[in-house]
């Protein structure tokens, strides 16, 4: 039964893909809207004074302690969701949306999607589906939906898979992020840059994780940043960075209000497809190689 849907999407797939190649012809060097061949590591926001605070893996209970932070400080940020977490913690989710947060898709069960996906569309797009299910009905209708890829893991043919879909096409996706990739420090010791899952890995307190974030928007002055919100620290690590960015007068905002995405916005039914000018990047993105132990889970 598996083999002949997966033929028969295989088919689907590639009557899109010529589709989608006719229309983008004559076009070298561009990329249709919708789900990217590659992933989008242009936000726009660098240098805007502007954070977009994106926190990933959830829903689990501490999300709770980092929704308390940004309700104090009423700031909203956007919330990359994994199916079976939020399935484990519905009334997580729940508060989530009813707190004014943009809910993101961040698959269903956090794979590394390498090109066994590929080979079986069905299996790409049980990954995609079930979370869409679990965040669409909660936002307001016309949301713009994103999608970010579990370890930044991205390959050409997943955005032909999922475009084929008249859902997941809505996707803006795959999202990066500009600020939280990694923990570097200088030549003096001081940590300059942070990841949150390798300070708690490294037993750091969320106060010193905190001065590498602070230290990497400052000099990157805004973008997209990285963090996750089911470690028993994320709350107090965002309790340490939200209220130094108040002082010095960023702006905070929701993917769905980052500019530089709106191209990549699937265009209304029936209008002409549109093919938009390719975002600059090289190629995938880095596959991060982080040791499991490191992970979330
Ligand atoms: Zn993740």
Request: hydrophobic share 40%.
């Amino acid at each position: 039964m598996r083999k002949v849907l997966a033929a028969a999407l295989t088919l689907a797939v590639a009557v899109a893909g010529t589709s989608a190649l006719a229309q983008g012809r004559g076009n070298a060097g561009t990329k249709l809207a919708w789900f990217q061949r590659h992933t989008i590591f242009h936000s726009g926001l660098v240098g805007s004074h502007t954070v977009a605070l994106t926190f990933d893996d959830g829903p689990n209970r501490h999300t709770l302690e980092v929704l308390a932070v940004l309700k104090n400080y009423d700031i909203k940020a956007t919330f990359f969701i994994v199916g079976r977490m939020a399935r484990a913690n519905p009334r997580v989710l729940d508060e989530i949306a009813a707190q004014g947060h943009l809910l993101a898709n961040h698959s269903n069960t956090h794979p590394f999607m390498g090109s066994s996906y590929d080979a079986d569309p069905q299996k790409l797009i049980e990954q995609v589906k079930p979370v869409n299910n679990e965040i669409a009905p909660l936002m307001p209708r016309d949301t713009q939906l994103f999608f970010r890829a579990p370890f930044g893991a991205w390959r050409f043919a997943h955005a032909t898979i999922l475009n084929a879909d008249p859902t997941l096409k809505r996707y803006i996706g795959p999202i990066y992020w500009d600020v939280g990739g990694e923990i570097r420090m200088d030549a003096q010791g001081y940590v300059m840059s942070s990841a949150d899952w390798e300070c708690w890995h490294k037993r750091w307190p969320a106060q010193v994780c905190a001065k590498g974030y602070l230290r990497e928007i400052r000099r990157e002055n805004g973008g997209v940043v990285l963090m996750h919100c089911i470690h028993s620290q994320s709350g107090a690590l965002v309790a340490d960075v939200v209220p130094a960015l108040i002082e010095e007068g960023y702006r905070f905002v929701r993917l769905d209000q980052v500019p530089a995405y709106d191209k990549y916005k699937t265009p209304p039914e029936k209008a002409p497809l549109v093919a938009v000018a390719d975002a600059g990047d090289t190629g995938n993105a880095p596959e991060q190689g982080w040791p499991a132990s490191v992970l979330p889970y």
